[in-house]
C-alpha cells in the first residue's frame, strides 16, 4: 500500500530533487525482491566466462535472510547472489542491467552507482598479490555489451574491484585491495585496504558503496567511492534484527581508469555487478551478494529538472 501525499508535497519533492541533479549526474541502485532460490529478475542478463575454458554455469539466485542479505528495517527478502563451486569450477561472474542505458559521452558527465555488498564467508587458497587479478569478490561498474563479463578482453568495461589479498578464517575478516580495472587489466590502485569482517551467522556485516564515475573526456574516467559498513543487530524494543551503521566513513578514495569505450559505446553504458574466482578448487563455495534499501534509475536529470518546473505549474493550474 502507497502513503498518500500532497500535491504540494509532491511538487516541493520534485523540486528539492531536481536540484540535487544540476550537474547531470545519473543515479543507478537496485532492491532485489523475490522469493529465495529464483532466478535473478529477467532484466538482469546473468553472465559467466570460465577459466581455462571451462564451461559451466554459476549459480545467480536470490537468496533469503537466514542466508545472510540485507534484512529490516529495509523491508527485505532477498539478495541477488551469486556464487560458484569445485564441480562449477574457477568462474567470471556478471549480471548487467538490461533495460536502462546511461549516457556518458558528454566530458564531465557523470554517474553515481549505490550498492549494498554482503562477503561470502571466506574460503582457503586464497592471498595471491594484487597483480595477479585473482578473486575480485566483488566487481562495480560499466559495460557496454549486456552480453558480456568484467575482465573479458574482448568487451569493453570499466569496475571498482576489491581484490582479496589475505584471510582470516577463525577471525571471518579478509583485506580486500581496491582498485579500478578496465578489460585489459589493473588501472589504478587506489592504496585503500579494506579490512572487511565476514559473514558469521546473522552477524552480517554489509558494506554501503557508492561509486561514481566522471567522464573526463581524455580517454579516462575518474572514480571516486565512499564506503560505510554495516551490521545486524537486535532492535532494543521491538523485537527484531536491524540495520546499524557501524563505521559510515569505513573506506573511501579516488583513481582515474583509463577505458577503451568509443564515442557510440560511450553513449550507451550498462551497470554491471560481479565477482571472479579463480582458486575455487581450494574451497568448498565461493560468491558474494547485492542488494539496495530500494531501486533507483536516473537516466536523464533533465528531465527530473523539467519536471520539477512543470509540476508546481500543473498543481496552480488546477486550483485556479
Known sequence: MFNKVSPLKLALAFTISSFSQLNGQALFSYDFEGAAKDPWPAEWSTNSLGHGGNLNTPK??????????????????TGGTMRT??????????????PQSFDLSSTNSSMKITQ?????TPQAGR???????????FQIGLLADTG???SDSSAHSVWLG???????????????????????????????????????G??????????????????????????????????????????????????????????????????????????????????SISGTTYDAPATTIVPEPSSVLLISF???????????
Open 202 to 283: 546473522f552477524e552480517n556485516y554489509l558494506y554501503e558503496v557508492e561509486l561514481t564515475f566522471i567522464q573526463s573526456g581524455n580517454g579516462t574516467f575518474q572514480m571516486l567511492y565512499d564506503i560505510a559498513q554495516w551490521e545486524h543487530v537486535t532492535h532494543p524494543t521491538l523485537n527484531t534484527r536491524v540495520m546499524s551503521a557501524v563505521d559510515l566513513t569505513f573506506a573511501s578514495g579516488t583513481g582515474t581508469i583509463a577505458h577503451n569505450f568509443s564515442k557510440q559505446e560511450l553513449s550507451s553504458l550498462y551497470v554491471g555487478l560481479g565477482a571472479n574466482i579463480e582458486d575455487i578448487n581450494n574451497a
Open 85 to 98: 563451486s569445485p564441480t562449477i569450477g574457477d568462474m567470471r561472474m556478471t549480471s548487467v542491467y538490461t
Open 127 to 137: 592471498g595471491q598479490p594484487v597483480a595477479t587479478g585473482v578473486n575480485q569478490l
Open 148 to 150: 558480456s563479463v568484467f
Open 60 to 77: 545467480f539466485q536470490l537468496r533469503s535472510p537466514q542466508e545472510g542479505v540485507i534484512e529490516a528495517p529495509f523491508a527485505e527478502e
Open 116 to 120: 549494498w555488498w554482503l562477503p561470502g
Open 162 to 200: 576489491g581484490l582479496e589479498t589475505s584471510h582470516n578464517i577463525t577471525a571471518k575478516t579478509t583485506t580486500l585491495n581496491l582498485g579500478g580495472w578496465n578489460e585489459t587489466g589493473l588501472q589504478q590502485t587506489t592504496n585503500t585496504a579494506l579490512n572487511v569482517a565476514m559473514v558469521n
Open 310 to 320: 512543470i509540476t508546481p505549474l500543473l498543481i496552480l493550474r488546477r486550483r485556479r
